[in-house]
């Protein structure tokens, strides 16, 4: 004879399908807010962004970025054409900027955004100029775009960052543009910065309380 089958109270049955229910939303929470991390850890939402071929884009909206500071290699003292001319305006994003201020390391996906400015128009030989505020330096038209991104995979070969330049020029920029060489800019950061990037210059504001 066949046994008869047991039936579950209908309470039973309802709690069950609950539990199975909550333990199910718990797993695609989960899974939600280890995709969430992973896009943190990358910066995949505020971080730079890649054509099809490779190439960085431009980003946008910088100038609402952390401003880190500004250093100043007039073309007057530099033999009349300085490296990189003249005001280096950094900026870098503040998903990057609160990360560093909490663990003291730039997180992947971090962009440092050098927009050079030239200086006023002077006809002193040593380009400066004299303003309501005294005899000094002061900002005129803007004069390129230089970036370093730091993603440690597709920089391997250069400790991690890859450098660029949208042109040394009034704006507009390009849109689009290729990894400078190891030679170009990324040699000078191996010998010179502070792991890849020019700390000393932004001290006093990442320092800041």
Not at 134 to 151: C, L, Q
Not at 154 to 163: E, H, I, L, Q, S
Not at 183 to 192: D, G, L, Q
């Amino acid at each position: 004879m066949m046994k008869k089958l047991t039936r579950l109270p209908k309470a039973a049955i309802a709690a069950t399908a609950l539990l199975a229910i909550a333990q199910g939303a718990a797993v695609f929470a989960n899974a939600d807010q280890g995709s969430a991390m992973g896009r943190q850890a990358t910066g995949a939402d505020w971080g730079p962004k890649w054509t099809a071929d490779g190439k960085l884009k431009i980003p946008e909206g910088y100038h609402e970025w952390v401003f880190l500071g500004s250093p100043l290699t007039p073309n007057a003292l530099n033999g009349g054409e300085a490296g990189f001319p003249e005001y280096h305006n950094v900026y870098v994003q503040p998903q990057a900027f609160h990360a560093y201020k909490k663990t003291g390391k730039w997180p992947e996906g971090t962009i440092m955004f050098k927009e050079l400015q030239l200086v006023r128009p002077s006809m002193s030989a040593d380009g400066s100029s004299v303003e309501a505020s005294g005899r000094g330096y002061f900002p005129g038209v803007r004069n390129g775009v230089d970036i370093s991104v730091k993603d440690s995979r597709r920089f391997a070969d250069t400790n991690g960052w890859g450098f660029y330049t949208f042109g040394h020029h009034a704006p507009p920029y390009a849109e689009t543009a290729s990894a400078q060489p190891l030679e170009a800019c990324a040699a000078c950061h191996i010998a010179n910065a502070t792991n890849m990037v020019f700390s000393k210059f932004y001290d006093p504001i990442l320092e800041a309380e």
